[in-house]
């Protein structure tokens, strides 16, 4: 099985099994937008709240924040994405759809690392880069990803807002509030999960690349003479993270991004890369921000963004390490890791690999025959012991005892449990493992 078959039998399992599918499909589809079905919202909320327990809720140093997805449009201007949020955008001269210039130029061979916009025009036309139609293309010109609208009544110029295109300034636009209210010591950390919005030219590769997708992100405060320490501090955190996610470490990667490729606030960053099957790509990114977002908001909102060390007079303005990870990508990510083929008896099985923690159902129940009064009865018993204390149990009684098995490793479920006419007679369950297909027989209370 090569990469793209792979990726095809993720994707098609992930619908047919109800993890995610098309956004809109009864409608024919919106590209660059994705639903999450009922495996799959538990699947990507297990992620997230695993990251919130890691990351705020076992630290001293962390404060969680939900800021408003509509912010006053000063923001953007003042963070540089009105001017700068852009990506290269060429357009095919016959059918007029538009393609990410980066892109096309990857796809064909070319590296496009450090290239101005005429350059990358250049490279298109000494090499005769044609769109995915086989046609020409236009001169390469930027493309501003924000999704603009107006607040309330009056559209003018001062009704303009934006969807934001990252959680990150509605952590500092909080700064001093949580400073105010808590005055905590430094370093610490906000940190913030929710929806963030891109009109990507051309939104690709499942949901690793959408228009409407989730963050989770921290914006950690430092003494600017210490930034380098709490900089190593964040990137073993990094690891930490892909560890709890399952992932392989020989499949993430740390590449060290050169200054003409950093955003414009940054002065480090580190992107760590995943083994995806669409290839090796970003999946979450660790940044040094220094204090280029609470200078410009003490610029242009004339508050003070100062910090003072408690019983001196030190002030100063806090730089900022940012951890940034995209929920989507996680998600592929352990998707990806766990998605596995075996033969079992000579048949071939898919199953998902998950990590218990992660598994969007962590046991299903079944009685061996539903036609049987007596191991239903004893089954449903036990399936509402478990539910209750478990919650993410899985009643399944649709087919025969192998079908159910196949349905429940497709979904990642981690243990089946089985009433049959021996349970009857001694009590004990078969408990069936997902990755081994061992069985053995426990007590119910063992469970």
């Excluded at 009685?367 to 009064?373: E, F, I």
Aim: glycine letters at 6%; hydrophobic letters at 35%; one cysteine or more.
């Amino acid at each position: 099985m090569n990469d793209q078959q792979k990726m095809e039998n993720i994707v098609s399992l992930a619908k047919r099994r109800g993890f995610i599918y098309p956004g809109s499909d009864v409608y024919g589809g919106l590209s660059g937008t994705w639903d999450f079905g009922p495996l799959g919202v538990t699947l990507k909320r297990n992620i997230m709240q695993l990251w919130w327990k890691m990351f705020v809720e076992e630290r001293d140093d962390m404060y969680g924040v939900d800021a408003a997805i509509l912010m006053n449009q000063k923001v953007w201007q003042a963070s540089g994405h009105v001017a700068t949020f852009t990506d290269p955008l060429v357009e095919d001269e016959v059918t007029h759809l538009r393609y990410r210039a980066d892109h096309l130029l990857k796809d064909a061979g070319y590296s496009v690392d450090g290239l101005s916009l005429a350059d990358m025009t250049k490279l298109i036309r000494d090499n005769n880069v044609k769109s995915p139609a086989g046609n020409d293309l236009s001169d390469v010109r930027t493309f501003n990803m924000m999704f603009k609208t107006t607040v309330g009544p009056v559209e003018d110029e001062s009704s303009v807002s934006y969807l934001r295109p990252e959680t990150a300034q509605g952590i500092f636009t909080n700064y001093k509030n949580v400073l105010d209210s808590f005055y905590p010591d430094l370093p610490f950390g906000l940190a913030q999960q929710g929806k963030a919005f891109r009109n990507e030219i051309s939104p690709r590769d499942f949901i690793f690349r959408s228009r409407e997708f989730e963050q989770m992100e921290i914006e950690y405060f430092v003494d600017p003479t210490k930034w380098e320490e709490s900089f190593e501090h964040w990137r073993k955190q990094v690891w930490a993270w892909t560890t709890a996610l399952g992932l392989p470490t020989e499949s993430v990667h740390e590449l060290e991004v050169p200054e003409n490729d950093r955003a414009h606030y940054s002065k480090r960053t580190i992107d760590f890369e995943f083994d995806f099957p669409i290839g090796r790509e970003e999946l979450l990114g660790l940044a040094y921000r220094t204090d280029f977002d609470l200078g410009n908001i003490q610029r242009e909102s004339g508050k003070n963004m100062e910090y003072t060390i408690k019983g001196t007079n030190n002030k100063f303005v806090p730089h900022v390490i940012e951890p940034s990870f995209g929920v989507e990508r996680a998600v592929m990510a352990v998707l990806s890791s766990a998605y596995t083929e075996d033969e079992v008896n000579g048949e071939k099985r898919i199953f998902l690999k998950l990590p218990e923690h992660l598994a969007p159902v962590k046991l299903a129940v079944s009685p061996l025959l539903k036609n049987k009064p007596e191991l239903v009865e004893k089954a449903r018993a036990i399936y509402a012991d478990l539910k209750k204390k478990y919650g993410a149990v899985m009643w399944d009684d649709n087919g025969n005892i192998g079908k159910r098995y196949r349905r429940q490793d497709e979904i990642g479920t981690p243990k089946c449990i089985v009433v049959d006419f021996t349970t009857l007679e001694d009590g004990t369950v078969t408990v069936r493992d997902r990755d081994t297909t061992e069985q053995k027989r426990v007590q119910p209370s063992e469970l």
